[in-house]
Each structure stands twice: as C-alpha cells, then as structure tokens.
C-alpha cells in the first residue's frame, strides 16, 4: 500500500504564479485534509473534504482552493501566489471521526517557496 | 491563540531519563490523538485516545486523557535516541480539528 501520495516534494513558484498540489490515497478513507505546517507554528488546517463532492474550509483557506471528484484524490490548487504561502503543505487522510483507532495517515509533505 | 496548548515546547534530556508532555485545552475533544514527526516527513500515529481518563500504553510510552477530555499527557520512560522527534497532539469535535504547536525532543546519548 501506497498510503497517501503527494507530489511534488519541492517547488519554487514566483509571486502571482498559480499551482496545484496532488494528493492521493489508496486506503479508501472517506475523509481527506490539507494542513500546511510553519515554523514552530504546527499543523493549521486549510481545508477538508468527507467525501466526494464535499469539500469544507478550514482555518486558514484564504488563497487556495480544492476539489474532491473521486474518493482518490483531493488536490490543492494556490491561485496568484504570496510570500505569505510559503509553507509546508501536508496531505492527510482518515476513516471518519469516531471509528476505531481513528487518526491521519499523512503524506510526505510538499515544501513550497514563493519568491 | 492556539486551542490546544502543548507544553513544554522544547525538551533536551539525556538517555535513560523520564519525561512528560502535556497537551491542554479549554475545549472538549471527542477524541485526541498523539503524532510524531521526524524532519522532512510528515507526522505519524502514535495513539488516539477517546474514553475521559483512558490510558494506553505503548512499549515505553504512556498516553493519558484526562477525564473531562480536556487534556492529555504523554509518558515517556527511559527514553532513547530514538525518542528524538516533534510530539504533536491533535484534537477532533465532529468535523473541527486542531493541532497543537508541538514538543520537540532531543535524546541524547
């Protein structure tokens, strides 16, 4: 099993570029996450979807938005990029909250740089 | 101003010690969960507690939720090189979810 499968690891995008991070996962989870992680800062959500076609902000969505047209994938699109977005971007997935051992399989992370 | 509040945020212990993280909230969680986090990578699961005053037990590690879900505290005994990493503790109420800033860890040999 694959897990959760972000791609790509690094990039360096200049200010007002636009892009989109994929994420992928193969263990069925209904539920899918994007967090970025700063310095110090620890993981704030951006947004989150429980399913296919259900997408929901988070606390920080301002700048970025998602899509979720199959329960596979659920990428992260940053249109006209900031400084300010510089970040580490983490994917992660779930069974829904409440089920047995419930927790986030996360990806590797996306390290993101905009000059 | 963060709704889960982990404390202390940088510990550096030798090998063989014992020590505790704390993880506190004003907020109820249906559910909280421990992660540790090793550069470059991204967190990984290592208990999720749900029951008000549940302990789980993993190898050396000890995780405790605190009665009114609340809070919770992660144990480790003799701790190791290995140990070394940041300890997040993460939160769930229905569809909210919050993270806590971290504890980084160093063991040293």
């Known amino acids: 099993n694959a897990g959760v499968t972000q791609t790509p690891k690094f990039r360096i995008l200049k200010i007002g570029q636009s892009m989109t991070l994929q994420c992928t996962q193969d263990?069925?989870?209904?539920?899918m996450y994007w967090y970025r992680q700063d310095p110090g800062m620890g993981l704030k959500l951006i947004y989150y979807?429980?399913?296919?076609?259900?997408?929901d902000k988070g606390e920080v969505p301002n700048g970025y938005n998602v899509s979720r047209s199959t329960t596979e994938d659920f990428p992260l699109r940053l249109e006209l990029a900031a400084p300010s977005q510089t970040s580490v971007y983490f994917c992660?997935?779930?069974?829904?909250?409440?089920?047995?051992?419930?927790?986030?399989?996360f990806g590797s992370g996306t390290r993101l740089t905009v000059v | 101003t963060q709704l889960l509040e982990q404390s202390p945020q940088f510990l550096s212990i030798q090998e063989g010690e014992n020590l505790t993280v704390y993880c506190n909230s004003s907020?109820?969680?249906?559910?909280l969960q421990w992660y540790r986090q090793e550069p470059g990578e991204g967190p990984v699961l290592l208990v999720t507690v749900v029951t008000g005053g549940e302990v789980k037990k993993l190898k050396r590690l000890t995780f405790q939720f605190g009665d009114a879900r609340k809070d919770s505290s992660l144990h480790i005994t003799a701790a190791q090189p290995g140990d070394t990493g940041l300890y997040l503790c993460?939160?769930?109420?229905?569809?909210?979810?919050?993270f806590g800033s971290g504890t980084k860890l160093n063991v040293k040999p």
């Open positions: 993460a939160g769930n109420n229905f569809n909210k979810f919050y």
């Open positions: 907020s109820v969680f249906s559910s």
């Open positions: 992660a997935s779930s069974y829904p909250p409440g089920t047995r051992n419930y927790g986030y399989t």
């Open positions: 263990m069925n989870h209904n539920y």
């Open positions: 979807s429980v399913g296919a076609g259900i997408t």
